[in-house]
């Protein structure tokens, strides 16, 4: 079987590529990215062994996946990804990205390719307690531009639900090295600024706040599982290692870099409410994800260490 990835260069695509050959049903991989982001690094070193096939693609052009033929999965990743910034950037990121979600689901329709379509637990805008997938409408409160965006894209799909088969992943914040890793995400952002010595921006209302975490290891797990299990009832699932607050995350970056400074800023996208993410869809369906936020921690300033 064949599958396409597309933002192939991105933190989590280059992760995914690196370990695409333990998937055992998937011979021969294309990768796409439009390489905006300049991180041809990511594909540095590829193995043999994965398959891979790069070319470089801006997938809101309409004809731009024609030539791959006998595609049976898509993981789809292209997309602009900071939600902080997006506010400045809404009129390229809606553009960027739904004209990219259109593309990928007219190829998916036209070559019947199953698709898995990410999409972030940041649509739980204002929340409380525990939320989880089949929470009311009302829940449903992005605080920014690009969760705005993702569910947007999530309702693309239910409207074509007939003609395609796909899971909708709602992924947690990041965590964790790659070739391709990226530094806007909060884990990822704090590590770094730890590792510089320079202040750790936490916006005021954060700190004990509760969000969602992923592992990269998880995140890959969850594309394996997906595919092996095929897991495409065209549904939508939380995907999350850990709830944690801002606080245990820098306790966690303390247990390895001891003198770490904080400084409380204001955000357009914080807010007042703490919620847990549920997980218990996913495990129902026989997944279940429990890597450790903290080993990523320590591998990401092991990785920064002597800068
Ligand atoms: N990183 C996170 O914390 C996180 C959390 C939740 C959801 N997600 C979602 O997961 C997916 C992958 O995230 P990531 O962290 O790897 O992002 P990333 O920003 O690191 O990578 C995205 C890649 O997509 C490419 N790209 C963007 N627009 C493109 C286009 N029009 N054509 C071709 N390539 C294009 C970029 O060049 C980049 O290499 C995204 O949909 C993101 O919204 C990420």
């Known amino acids: 079987m064949n599958l396409l990835i597309t933002g192939c260069c991105g933190h989590i695509g280059s992760y995914l590529i690196e370990h695409v050959h333990k998937i055992k049903k998937i011979k021969k ?5 439009n390489l905006r982001s300049n991180q041809i690094n990511s594909l540095f070193n590829s193995k043999k062994k994965n398959n891979l096939y790069f070319s470089i693609k801006d997938l809101t052009q309409k004809s ?12 789809h990743l292209a997309s602009m990804t900071n939600a902080a910034n997006s506010f400045a950037n809404k009129k390229l990121m809606y553009y960027n990205n739904i004209e990219s979600m259109k593309n990928i689901i007219k190829f998916c329709m036209k070559n019947r ?6 999409s972030s637990t940041s649509v739980y805008g204002k929340q409380a307690e525990i939320v989880d997938e089949n929470c009311e409408k009302k829940y449903l409160k992005p605080q920014s531009p690009y969760a705005d965006i993702k ?3 999530e309702k693309m799909l239910k409207k074509v639900s007939k003609k395609i088969r796909y899971s ?13 890793m990226r530094f806007h995400t909060a884990v990822n ?5 730890a590792a510089l010595g320079k202040h750790i921006s936490v916006y005021k209302t954060a700190l004990h706040q509760y969000r969602p975490y992923l592992s990269l290891k998880d995140a890959y797990k969850t594309f394996k599982y997906a595919i ?17 607050t801002v606080n245990q995350i ?11 400074k904080i400084k409380f800023v204001n955000s357009q996208i914080m807010n007042q409410l703490s919620y847990h993410v549920s997980k218990k869809k996913l495990n129902l369906k026989g997944l279940f994800l429990e890597n450790k936020i903290e080993l990523d921690i320590k591998n990401t300033l092991k990785l920064l260490e002597n800068i």
Not at 228 to 244: G, K, P, R, T
């Open 151 to 153: 569910l947007m894209e």
């Open 228 to 244: 092996e299990n095929d897991l495409f009832e065209n549904d939508i699932y939380n995907v999350l290692s850990e709830n944690c």
């Open 64 to 75: 731009c996946l024609d030539e791959f033929k006998n595609v049976d999965y898509v993981i």
């Open 113 to 118: 390719a199953k698709l898995i379509h990410i």
């Open 189 to 193: 952002q704090f590590c770094l600024n």
């Open 250 to 260: 820098l306790k966690k970056i303390k247990r390895y870099k001891k003198n770490i």
């Open 168 to 180: 909708t992943f709602r992924f947690g914040t990041i965590a964790g090295v790659s070739k391709g």
């Open 29 to 33: 991989t294309f990768i796409v990215d």
